[in-house]
């Protein structure tokens, strides 16, 4: 029988960790079939929505983060819906800005300032190194009792030079296939350079016609089911979608916008670019229904899903979140540190869930960075082969019947350019349960600080008040400790 399981990660010790059950859950034994019930050896496959924010999915409209008035049809996404219905809400998970760093967060449980990604790939000439231990080589090699394989597909966006190494996941990170860009691929979407890496001695790319979205992911569907039985898989799964440059997907694909008849149109006029947004959304979730679809007997028996966007949504007519034009008016959305730019979606589901806890909410304050562990603990990687340095906490026992204490009191985020050690520009922005502080790790000053819990629409500034100045004081000694080469004021 094949388990399944679409994940986030893991994050590891220190500043952020309160009071986590042991790293091991105690589950140390080499059984497929832990005594309590838990699977010792999942399937993996996460799951990376590009550009996705909160304000994207209907059940996250109640968030009160999202701004009032925001609409979304009800009906778009029902299979990302089921998800949600057999699997934990995550409420407050974070990302950071931009897709790149993010990508990175989730492979290796590391922060940008640690891998020096920081930014999009292109600022700079710095790649994701071959010395971060990547998910794929520690469950290569950290697995004992179980073979696992690794593929990944999509956008990978962690390597400065492409056209150098056309196929890093394979032949850097110890990935057994590779098939999609190594970059962003901008309009149109069925004109791009499709690298397929089945091994370091046969790389290629080749041009491809197809729709992107769908190409990725139905390579990801013929990988995972020549899976056997006897081993388990890890399936990195980023199709670049819905993304940012607005466009009208096969008519096969999505019914919110009709009239498409080729595999990829231009947006119509009269058309907003929200509503191709939508449209572009709408075909991700029948690619995913495609995938839950290969499970007939009920995929949640066989697998655990984990759906999460890779930074917020983009401004301009996509998000609800301001954006600018006009001029005076403060970017909000993606590539801003502002909640419309870090708080995404997160959703895990299926199998590593108990059955009591399916349809839930969790608040408990996760990162992407917690993808990392919380993949290597389902798959059964004793605590003593974690890599040192890990900023990533395992998120399993928030899935269980009686959920375990949150496993943070403070998530993170970041951006800095030009990538690498010595960025120009890095600011950064940190929160508890009810406040939020922005840094310039640069100048050594607070830019903002935010009470979310009375104001989640992030309009009051609170850094010059008084009043404030202990909670401003705690969340600066949060940030400084974890970074020592953030400027840090007097």
């Known amino acids: 029988m094949r388990w399944l399981l679409l994940l986030v990660a893991l994050a590891s010790p220190a500043p952020f960790l309160v009071a986590s059950p042991p790293d091991d859950d105690g589950d140390d034994d080499l059984q497929l079939l832990l005594v309590d019930g838990e699977l010792k050896h999942h399937n993996v496959l996460v799951v990376l929505a590009d550009d996705l924010g909160i304000d994207t999915l209907f059940r996250y409209l109640n968030d009160p983060l999202v701004p009032g008035g925001a609409t979304v049809p009800q009906d778009l996404t029902p299979n990302i819906d089921e998800l949600m219905d057999k699997g934990v809400r995550f409420t407050n998970a974070w990302a950071n800005p931009l897709c790149s760093p993010t990508r990175a967060t989730i492979q290796t449980g590391k922060y940008g300032f640690q891998t020096g990604i920081g930014h999009v790939i292109e600022q700079g000439s710095v790649s994701l190194t071959e010395d971060e231990v990547m998910l794929s080589e520690l469950l290569l090699n950290s697995t004992p009792g179980m073979t696992y394989r690794v593929a990944a597909y999509g956008k990978w ?202 349809g839930s909410e969790c608040d408990a304050l996760v990162n992407t960075t917690d993808i990392y562990r919380t993949v290597a603990k389902l798959a059964g990687v004793p605590g003593s082969a974690m890599p040192a340095g890990l900023n990533s906490a395992n998120l399993k026992p928030l899935l269980r019947k009686i959920p375990g204490p949150d496993p943070r009191t403070h998530v993170f985020a970041e951006k800095f350019s030009p990538n690498g050690t010595a960025p120009t520009s890095h600011v950064a922005t940190i929160r508890d349960a009810t406040f939020k502080l922005m840094w310039d790790c640069k100048a050594g000053v607070a830019t903002h600080l935010f009470d979310l819990g009375m104001d989640p629409d992030e309009s009051v500034n609170l850094k010059n008040d008084p009043a404030y100045a202990t909670v401003l004081a705690g969340l600066r000694t949060e940030i400084c400790n974890l970074m020592t080469t953030c400027a840090c004021g007097p």
């Open 157 to 358: 966006h962690l390597q400065a030079n492409p056209s150098v190494r056309s196929c890093a996941p394979v032949c850097v990170h110890d990935y057994e296939e590779f098939e999609g860009s190594m970059s962003a691929i901008a309009l149109p979407t069925c004109s791009w350079p499709q690298n397929l890496c089945a091994s370091c001695t046969t790389p290629g790319t080749a041009p491809s016609s197809q729709y992107m979205p769908r190409v990725i992911m139905e390579a990801a569907r013929s990988w995972i089911a020549s899976i056997p039985s006897n081993e388990r898989f890890f399936c990195y799964l980023a199709p670049q979608t819905p993304f940012e440059f607005p466009h009208l997907p096969p008519a096969d694909l999505q019914t919110h916008i009709p009239g498409s008849t080729t595999e990829c149109d231009a947006c119509p006029g009269g058309s907003t670019v929200r509503d191709c947004y939508d449209a572009q959304l709408q075909a991700l979730d029948t690619k995913i229904g495609d995938i839950l679809g290969d499970f007939p007997n009920g995929w949640e028996k066989k697998m655990t899903v984990i759906f999460v966007g890779d930074n917020g949504t983009p401004g301009g007519g996509i998000s609800f979140f301001p954006h600018p034009p006009p001029a005076k008016q403060v970017n909000k959305a993606k590539g801003s540190l502002f909640e419309g730019g870090v708080h995404v979606p997160l959703i895990i589901a299926g199998t590593a869930v108990h059955p009591d806890r399916r």
